[in-house]
């Protein structure tokens, strides 16, 4: 069979308002016994991960391998589908080295492949990207972001690392380690279940290490979520959950998972951008978003410090903070966790957000398109009452925290640095 002439660059180092919110433009059906997001690992819950060290056993790829393709030879050509996405069967080659193993997620970008690795011996993941333009440009872009982090990034250890990259019939191909599920996945397979606090430290601890190091770099995430969280290993243990203990021992949601190790990564560097002035263009997944996204003000860095904020709250409760779809319902909900917006923030909105704002304050509840949607921001309790029904101890410093990750205007907001020095984060080496 002629071998198929492929470009290869390795590298030189290495939104409505229940709970249970719709499932993202990446998630899977779930006849699919597969994981979502970026770069996650096999289904959650399989407490046996594939080994760095081995290949899959003939049983498992034996069946996996399509009639009439040699073991490396390349798969027949197929046409695209309408959008712009790859075709492939299972067992299938990309290019000699890989060998796809199972689809882990899809998304507007692409694919997300689970794939094994010939040259290195593991398993990996590969973003296969849809061979449109837009998005071949954003890829490019987003494989320069990986290089500079991983270059930077000594030991590995804050951001999903990039093993090399390569173009695949108009598809960029973007191969990253295989890591565990995201935090999103995790609260979702344990009925959103919130985490102890003690866990919400270390994953806030190591969220506000990723983004410092990012701005550091001059990088601002602009789409930091549950989503693109990814714990490291997928293994986790089941202790009993005694806030509902009245029901059955026999019931599984008697128990809840609880994550062996805390250790997470963040990933999907395709909305990062470096700082520049005039930045007014919408960023963030709608549940995470900036106040100063949503009026037109012109974000940076701080857009980022307040996704953190408003991600510790939801592992915390199992719920996000501001589950909503609309602006005005947005910002309606964020007076009533916070308190009223800044006047000198109202006067400054941009054309686009004006029908927010009248006579100096925010249009609400006058503005309200249902009243089922005035409901919805009346439930929502004080960020200090939110934080008190679900954590134990720890409280007043985790609130005193988010207090100064949420504050409104993004001048006054605080950094990353300074949210590390926070005593939420030291009092357990104050104790030692």
């Not at 180092?13 to 249970?20: A, E, Q, T, V």
């Not at 081995?54 to 695209?80: C, H, I, M, Q, Y």
């Not at 507007?108 to 990207?129: H, N, P, S, Y």
């Not at 921001?377 to 200090?384: A, E, G, I, S």
Request: with cysteine; proline share 5%; aromatic share 8%.
């Amino acid at each position: 069979m002629e071998m198929e002439r492929v470009t290869e660059f390795p590298l030189t180092h290495l939104d409505r308002r229940p709970r249970k919110r719709p499932r993202l433009g990446w998630d899977v059906p779930q006849a699919q016994k597969a994981q979502v997001g970026m770069f996650c690992g096999q289904e959650f819950g399989n407490m046996a991960s594939f080994s760095s060290s081995r290949a899959p056993s003939d049983r498992t790829t034996s069946s996996l391998f399509v009639k009439g393709v040699a073991r490396n030879g390349s798969p027949p050509w197929r046409e695209d589908d309408k959008d712009g996405h790859y075709m492939f069967a299972l067992g299938e080659n990309l290019t000699s080295r890989y060998r796809i193993h199972s689809k882990m997620g899809e998304g507007t970008f692409g694919q997300v492949l689970e794939c094994w690795d010939r040259e290195r011996k593991e398993m990996v993941a590969i973003k296969v990207v849809r061979g449109v333009k837009k998005y071949r440009e954003a890829a490019m872009i987003e494989i320069d972001v990986l290089q500079q982090l991983g270059k930077n990034d000594i030991g590995g250890n804050r951001c999903v690392q990039i093993r090399n990259w390569f173009d695949y019939r108009n598809h960029i191909c973007i191969v990253c380690e295989k890591l565990g599920p995201s935090l999103y996945d995790f609260l979702r397979k344990n009925n959103y279940r919130s985490f102890p606090i003690d866990l919400v430290r270390e994953i806030g601890r190591q969220l506000l290490e990723c983004v410092a190091f990012m701005h550091d770099l001059r990088l601002i995430h602009t789409d930091l979520k549950p989503e693109n969280i990814l714990l490291v290993s997928s293994d986790f243990i089941k202790v009993p959950d005694y806030k509902i203990s009245s029901r059955s021992s026999v019931d599984s949601s008697y128990f809840r998972r609880l994550p062996k190790s805390s250790a997470i990564k963040v990933i999907d560097f395709g909305s990062t951008t470096r700082e520049r002035q005039d930045q007014n263009y919408i960023v963030s997944t709608r549940h995470y978003r900036a106040p100063e996204v949503i009026l037109g003000l012109g974000w940076s860095y701080p857009c980022d410090i307040w996704s953190v904020g408003c991600i510790m709250v939801e592992l915390c409760t199992g719920e996000a903070l501001f589950q909503t779809h609309e602006n005005l319902e947005h910002l309606a909900m964020m007076e009533r966790v916070l308190g009223p917006l800044p006047p000198q923030m109202l006067k400054k909105v941009d054309r686009h957000a004006e029908k927010y704002v009248r006579r100096g304050r925010l249009d609400w509840p006058d503005g309200a398109t249902s009243r089922e949607s005035i409901k919805a921001v009346t439930k929502l309790p004080r960020l200090q009452n939110i934080v008190m029904q679900h954590v134990d101890h720890s409280a007043g410093d985790l609130i005193h925290l988010l207090q100064g990750l949420l504050r409104y205007d993004p001048m006054d907001r605080i950094t990353a640095r300074e949210a590390l020095r926070h005593p939420f984060f030291n009092r357990d080496q104050l104790r030692r």
